[in-house]
């Protein structure tokens, strides 16, 4: 019987797929350029990949995320180290500040087409814990407000100078909260657009020191 995939099971199967996958010959992606093709083609691979192995719960577009299982809770994206960032759309302010809800799986390839072949050699796979989700630029200053003793009133304030979406009540809860419970620093870019992008270079440097943030490089 297959074992149950597990968070770290998952991380080594995603480096261990990322290996395999370089050396293949991947001849249904001769000539094709749609990143979104490509995308699809990866996740697709890496989810039959998993589901080969172990016993694991497979999302579809009703359920959200690609990997929505209690314990896994996680989303793929894949990106091209040409324009290496990724992105989805977020719900609300409060993901901006305390997180996407969710882990993401983020691999990044460089596809290569000669003749008869094409390569993907992945050069990155990077794991973020859910709680490393929310954007770097607003935790990092709310971090610092909280221990500097701001109270509710200045973190308000804060939100309005960053234009950060929501009303007086949005801004009024969320700051009670803050106040009480500092959010975790966070690394990814969120837009005010209700957009998240992931810069690579800053989880790169980060060189595997932060706890929840997982990365290969090849």
């Known amino acids: 019987m297959k074992p149950v995939l597990t968070i770290d099971k998952l991380i080594e199967s995603a480096r261990r797929f990322c290996e395999i996958e370089s050396k293949e010959n991947h001849v249904e992606l001769i000539g094709v350029t749609d990143g979104k093709a490509v995308g699809t083609y990866v996740e697709h691979k890496f989810q ?3 589901q080969s192995r172990y016993i694991v719960d497979v999302g579809s577009s009703a359920k959200g995320i690609d990997l929505p299982g209690a ?8 990106t091209s180290i040409t324009q290496p960032q990724s992105s989805c ?3 609300n302010a409060r993901q901006k500040i305390f997180g996407l809800g969710y882990n993401l799986l983020v691999f990044v390839y460089d596809k290569q087409d000669i003749n008869n072949t094409c390569t993907l050699h992945f050069t990155h796979c990077t794991f973020i814990d859910k709680e490393r989700t929310a954007d770097f630029t607003i935790t990092k200053r709310l971090r610092e407000m909280v221990f500097d ?3 509710k009133e200045d973190i308000i304030g804060f939100f309005r100078d960053k234009n950060v979406p929501g009303d007086e009540i ?8 803050i106040v009480n419970y500092p959010p ?13 992008r992931l810069q690579y270079t800053r989880v790169i440097a980060l060189d595997n020191s932060v706890q929840g943030v997982i990365n290969y490089e090849w």
């Not at 949005?170 to 909260?177: F, G, K, M, P």
């Not at 975790?184 to 998240?196: F, K, P, R, V």
């Open 170 to 177: 949005v801004y009024n809860d969320l700051a009670s909260e």
């Open 71 to 78: 314990d896994i809770q996680t989303d793929i994206k894949v």
């Open 89 to 91: 759309p977020f719900k």
């Open 184 to 196: 975790e620093q966070g690394y990814l870019t969120i837009s005010n657009a209700l957009q998240w």
């Open 48 to 50: 039959h990949f998993l």
């Open 149 to 151: 003793g701001a109270n």
